[in-house]
C-alpha cells in the first residue's frame, strides 16, 4: 500500500532538510524528500537547452494512488557486460488518464537525502512538497500507445545504459510544468553496475602520448584501476596505473547542478600511455584490480598512435561544434536536437576508418547541470572516443557561471562552472580550469582557444595564442589551424548581425593581426548552430576572390562556422556580406585532409546523409608560406649582407 503524508506535517518542518517518509512496494523502498527550494532562483536557471529542465520537477506534488500501476521488466539488465539495455515498462491508469501524463526515469531509484540540499535558502517554500532529483530522462505516456488517454494502458520500451545505480519509473499526471507522482516501478539493475564504461581517447602533452580517460563505480578503496596495453602482436607488454579523479555536489557552482540536477559522477580514471612509435596500432585493455588479486574488464579496443609531427602521410581530422546528445529510445524528444546529434554520430561511426582526429570545439553535450547527461553522451560517443583521439574544446554550456571568472556571466553551464567538461575528459591543457592548449598531428598543428576566458590582448590567453602560433615550424607543419567555441572570427548569425559586429564582440579586434601575422590557414568556430564560409578576409575585406582553390602564397585566413553537428539551427541575418560566401542551414559537420605538405582539402559534410555540400583546397609550398602576403605583411629584412 503506498501513501504520503505530506501537508499535515507541513508546518514541522524546521530545518534545512525534511524527509517525510519512506514508501514501500513490492520490496522497494523510494525516500521523497521535502525541500525549502527558492523558487524564484530555480525558475531563473531552467535552460531551454536542456529537455530536462523543462520538468518543474521541484514542484512535483505527490498523490500516489493504488489504483495506478507500473512495473518494469526485466529486472537484471546488463548480463553478457552489456553497458546497454532495453527495458519495457507497463503501466496503467484505469481513471483519468491524459496526453499529458508522462513517464520519468529515475536513478538512483531510491532517492538519496544527500541530493540538493545545502545551498537552497529555508524561506519562500512555494511548491510543497517537492521531489528533489530530477529523472535522468522521460517520455510521454501515449508514445507508443496512441489510445492510452482512453484505454489507461501503455507501455513504453527505454534503454538504459550502465550509470552505476539502479533504476526506477516514475508515473505522473499534470504535465512536465505540474507533475504529480502517481506510482513508482519497481527498481532494475545492473548486472555489474560499477563496472568501468566509456573509455575516451585524448592525445596528450606531446605527440606521442595518447591518455585513455574511463568511468567506473570503484573508488580506490575498492580496486586499483588499470590499463593492459601493447602493440597487436604483444596485446599485454604493458600495464599502466590509471590516477583517479572524481568531484563533489560542492564542487558545482550552482543549480540545477548543485541541487535538482545533481547525480553521483562516479571516478573517472586517466592512464596515460606514453613513447608510442608513430602510426603503431596498439591495443588497449582497461581494468580494475580487486583487493582480492581478481580483475574487472571493461571494454577493451584499439587505437593508431598520432604520426610524428611534421611526418608526410595521409591525415583526417574532423572538426565541428555544438552537438549535444540524443537518445535512441525517443526519450527527450526537443526541438530537433536528438536526430541531428545522433545523425553526426552514426555518420563518424560509419566513417571512423577514414577518420584520424575528432575534435569537438565546445558545447559538448548539453547537460547544463543535469550530471546524469555525461554519462549518457560518453556511452553516445564510445564507439568514437575508444578508437579515434576525440579532443574538445570549451564552450558556453560546459563552463559560463557569474560570480565565477568566465568572461560571459551567464548560467549557461547550469552550475557545471567548467567542473564536468574538466573531469571527464583529459585535455593537455597546462591548467584545467585554462581550457586553452596546442595540438600536433603530423602536418597540423592547432591551437584551441577557450573563448569562455578573456582572449583580449594584455591577457595570459592572449599570450598563450602568438606563442602557440608563433611556435609552429611550418616547413614542418604547415597547416596551422584556429578553433574556438564562440565565433572570434565573422559570421553572419542574426544575432552577431543584429549587434553589428558579425561575431563575438571584441574578438577579431583582438585576434586578427595574430591569425594575419603568422600566417593560420583556417581559422574553425562553433557556438551559431549552422555552417558558413568565409574568402580569404582581413578586416571584412576579402584579399582573394578565388573560391574553390586557393594556391601560391598565404593572402589571409578563411573562417568558417561548424557548429551544426546537432544543436537546433541558428538563423542567418538577411545581410549578404561580401565576406561570406557559402551558407547551409542544417545540419554538418567538416573534414580536414592533409594529402602532403603542400595539398589540404576541407569538406563540409551534412550529418542527414554524409554528403559533401561544400569543399574548397589548398596547394601552397613552403616558399609561399615564407614569403610576403596580399597585404605587403613581409617578414623584416637588413640591408647588411
Ligand atoms: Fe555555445
Redesign the pocket.
Known sequence: MLHFLWMSDFNCFTGQLFIDCAMERKGICFLLLLLVVHIKALKHNIDIHQPLSKIAIHRTAILLDSSVSIDATPVLLGLEGKHADYVTVTFKRPIGAAITDWIGVFSPASFNASVCVEDLPVTNRDFPPLLCTAPIKYQYANYSSQNYASSGEGFLKFRLINQRADFAFGYFSGDLYNPVLLAVSNTVTFADPKRPAYPRLAIGNVWNEVSITWTSGYSLREATPLVIWGTEEKKDAYASGAGTLSFTQKDMCGPPARTVGWRDPGYIHTVSLKELWPNTRYHYKVAHRLQNGSFIWGRDGFFKAPPFPGEDSLQRVVIFG?MGKGEQDGSNEYNNFQPAALNTTYRLKEDLENIDLVLHI??ICYANGYISQWDQFTEQIEDIASQVPYMIAS???ERDWPTTDSFYKNTDSGGECGVLAETMFNMPTKNKAKFWYGLDYGMFHFCFADSEHDWREGTEQHKFIENCLASVDRQRQPWLIFVA??VLGYSSDKYYAMEGTFGEPLSRESLQKLWQKYKVDLALF??VHNYERTCPVYENICVSQEREHYSGTFNATIHLVVGGAGASLSEYTPIQTDWSIFKDYDHGFSKLTAFNHSTLLFEYKRSSDGKVYDNFWISREYKDVLGCDVLKNCPSTTLAS
Open positions: 555544438d565546445g558545447d564552450g558556453n554550456h567555441h564562440r562553433g557556438h
